[in-house]
């Protein structure tokens, strides 16, 4: 793998039993790039972003990923049942590297605190994340994944259906992760949103 290749993918595809998901794709992604996957609902932009992240399995062909992942999904009520604060939501971020059990240490802290402040959610870190709105729960999930620090950061649908700020300090977070030498892959259907990519 070159050294400025975070991606590789020869021949990648993804079956839901007789389904094809994501037809066979081969392509690589540099570090401190963006993309833009757009699509109409059913043509892969879900399934793919499901194969950089691990979650599922390509029927043939080979992915090679050399760094980190964190993932952003598009159901923005999954927690909703849990009785869980902003804190924990964003400490969830951490858990990658120290695990479920892992004790919390101040470099821990350090990453949640800047990603909090980036996402602009540090005043929300006592409340139920259950009742916050839908644009300030999308920006806690992103900030979990920015405080995991992860060298690919993969998105789906990360604006659809938000308040026009929380829109915006998305947008600019995916720009300063892909300025800051990140990778980021995010799905969308609107060209205005995918022109951002770079």
Known sequence: MRADHLVIADD???HYGPVVALAPTTFDLDRGTTVALVGSNGSG???LLSLLA???????????VDGT????TQHRDHH???PLSVDEVLRMGRYQQRGLLGRIRAHDRQCIEQAAELLEVSTLRRRSFGDLS?????RVLVAQAIAAQPDL???DEPITGLDLPSQLRILDVIEQHA????????STHHLAEARRAV
């Open 12 to 14: 990648v595809c993804v």
């Open 153 to 155: 950061l993969l998105l």
């Open 134 to 138: 839908g644009g300030q729960q999308q």
């Open 54 to 64: 691990d979650l599922v399995d390509s029927e043939d062909g080979a992915l090679s």
């Open 69 to 72: 992942v964190a993932m952003v």
């Open 80 to 82: 909703r049942w849990m």
């Open 179 to 186: 300025a800051g030498g990140g990778t980021v892959v995010f």
């Open 45 to 47: 932009k879900t399934s």
